[in-house]
């Protein structure tokens, strides 16, 4: 009977309280995954404020560094060239992505030890290579910015790391075995690698950017690219016979101990952001923004003006809302500026003799006898 008793009772608390979390989405404002505001609206092209496209061209330098053969060779640089063009998504203020092309021509040289390197003498190798990678693009100073920073936002430092596919040629020319040559039979050493899979290479780097304008940023970019091949840098094939110490071949894949040959580039490029809004949301700093807005409320002065038209009658009564612009001087007034009258005989109480009782105004405000 208890038990009955309270499952009776407990099953209007349980409906009750399922309906009343109950959640129902809806596309009209606000509902219960807004943030309650009654500001709502579908955030689509129209909604957008800012442009969030770019094209990017640039060129500069290139060297080959970490390698067997290296750009840097007795203490001379060996200057090569990079270009790249790269198409820009920006996803949020501090991250996009970009889909980038690049081309370039390193130039390198290595000698090898002992015999073999006076043989030889000095190693020149080229490598011209072609480059297609995905490349995230993290805005460090949206990150790091300050919210009470109202200065003008026109530098901005961002970070690059991304990983593609790339295809090569490499030459390899020495004054022994990779020369020219009928008497012994020789040529250089030539390597073509295919773009596909097992051309993978990864990038990270740094870049200045400077805006211009709505429309342009400039930039100064630094990247490494690391190619996770030793056929790179044009030292020869990568197998595991040509890494034997046993060999006749002439060894520049083991100058250095490492198994990829990296490469640095320097380059300079341009931005053009693409769209009709005024600004570009990677220039733009949300927190910045609300702290801005805030601080301009909190150090607003709002001037209240009263009685702006004056009170020419001086009753108290503001003009902008008096019904009776000429009150005697002396009589008290209503809220709206009328003389008061309190037994309603047509006689203020500022002239009425006998104020609670009505009278003529003849005998003033006093009933006749």
Same mark, same amino acid.
């Given at each position: 009977?208890?038990?009955?008793?309270?499952?009776?009772?407990?099953?209007?608390?349980?409906?009750?309280?399922?309906?009343?979390?109950?959640?129902?989405?809806?596309?009209?404002?606000?509902?219960?995954?807004?943030?309650?505001?009654?500001?709502?609206?579908?955030?689509?092209?129209?909604?957008?404020?800012?442009?969030?496209?770019?094209?990017?061209?640039?060129?500069?330098?290139?060297?080959?560094?970490?390698?067997?053969?290296?750009?840097?060779?007795?203490?001379?640089?060996?200057?090569?060239?990079?270009?790249?063009?790269?198409?820009?998504?920006?996803?949020?203020?501090?991250?996009?992505?970009?889909?980038?092309?690049?081309?370039?021509?390193?130039?390198?040289?290595?000698?090898?030890?002992?015999?073999?390197?006076?043989?030889?003498?000095?190693?020149?190798?080229?490598?011209?290579?072609?480059?297609?990678?995905?490349?995230?693009?993290?805005?460090?100073?949206?990150?790091?910015?300050?919210?009470?920073?109202?200065?003008?936002?026109?530098?901005?430092?961002?970070? !690059?790391?991304?990983?593609?596919?790339?295809? &090569? @040629?490499? =030459?390899?020319?020495?004054?022994? +075995?990779? *020369?020219?040559?009928?008497?012994?039979?020789?040529?250089?050493?030539?390597?073509?690698?295919?773009?596909?899979?097992?051309?993978?290479? !990864?990038?990270?780097?740094?870049?200045?950017? &400077? @805006?211009? =304008?709505?429309?342009?940023?400039? +930039?100064? *970019?630094?990247?490494?690219?690391?190619?996770?091949?030793?056929?790179?840098?044009?030292?020869?094939?990568?197998?595991?016979?040509?890494?034997?110490?046993?060999?006749?071949?002439?060894? &520049? @894949?083991?100058?250095?101990?490492?198994?990829?040959?990296?490469?640095?580039?320097?380059?300079?490029?341009?931005?053009?952001?693409?769209?009709?809004?005024?600004?570009?949301?990677?220039?733009?700093?949300?927190?910045?923004?609300?702290?801005?807005?805030? @601080?301009?409320?909190?150090?607003?002065?709002?001037?209240?003006?009263?009685?702006?038209?004056?009170?020419?009658?001086?009753?108290?009564?503001?003009?902008?809302?008096?019904?009776?612009?000429?009150?005697?001087?002396?009589?008290?007034?209503?809220?709206?500026?009328?003389?008061?009258?309190?037994?309603?005989?047509?006689?203020?109480?500022?002239?009425?003799?006998?104020?609670?009782?009505?009278?003529?105004?003849?005998?003033?405000?006093?009933?006749?006898?």
């Amino acid at each position: 009977m208890k038990l009955g008793l309270l499952l009776l009772a407990a099953l209007p608390i349980a409906t009750y309280a399922q309906d009343s979390i109950a959640v129902s989405s809806s596309s009209e404002y606000p509902n219960t995954f807004s943030s309650g505001s009654a500001n709502v609206q579908t955030f689509d092209n129209k909604a957008r404020r800012f442009n969030d496209w770019s094209i990017s061209v640039g060129g500069g330098a290139a060297f080959m560094t970490q390698s067997d053969l290296t750009s840097f060779y007795d203490k001379k640089v060996n200057w090569g060239y990079n270009s790249y063009v790269s198409i820009d998504k920006q996803i949020t203020h501090t991250f996009g992505l970009s889909i980038i092309y690049q081309r370039g021509e390193t130039n390198q040289k290595a000698m090898l030890d002992g015999v073999p390197g006076q043989l030889a003498g000095v190693g020149v190798a080229k490598t011209k290579y072609n480059q297609v990678a995905l490349l995230g693009d993290v805005n460090f100073s949206n990150i790091l910015r300050r919210v009470d920073n109202h200065s003008t936002y026109r530098w901005a430092l961002h970070g !690059y790391g991304g990983i593609g596919l790339m295809n &090569y @040629n490499t =030459s390899l020319h020495d004054n022994n +075995e990779y *020369r020219w040559s009928t008497t012994p039979a020789r040529i250089p050493l030539f390597i073509d690698q295919k773009l596909d899979i097992n051309s993978i290479y !990864y990038q990270f780097g740094l870049g200045l950017k &400077y @805006n211009v =304008s709505k429309l342009i940023d400039i +930039e100064a *970019r630094t990247m490494y690219i690391i190619s996770g091949d030793d056929e790179f840098d044009g030292g020869g094939w990568a197998s595991p016979n040509d890494y034997n110490p046993n060999s006749t071949v002439s060894r &520049y @894949n083991t100058i250095n101990d490492r198994r990829s040959d990296n490469m640095w580039t320097v380059n300079l490029g341009v931005s053009f952001k693409l769209g009709k809004h005024m600004s570009h949301l990677a220039w733009h700093d949300p927190l910045q923004e609300a702290y801005y807005r805030t @601080n301009v409320l909190e150090n607003a002065s709002t001037d209240f003006v009263v009685c702006e038209k004056g009170d020419n009658d001086n009753d108290g009564v503001c003009d902008d809302w008096d019904r009776e612009l000429n009150t005697p001087a002396g009589a008290r007034v209503d809220g709206a500026g009328v003389a008061l009258d309190m037994d309603l005989d047509g006689v203020i109480d500022l002239y009425d003799k006998c104020v609670t009782v009505p009278g003529p105004a003849e005998n003033n405000g006093c009933p006749t006898k």
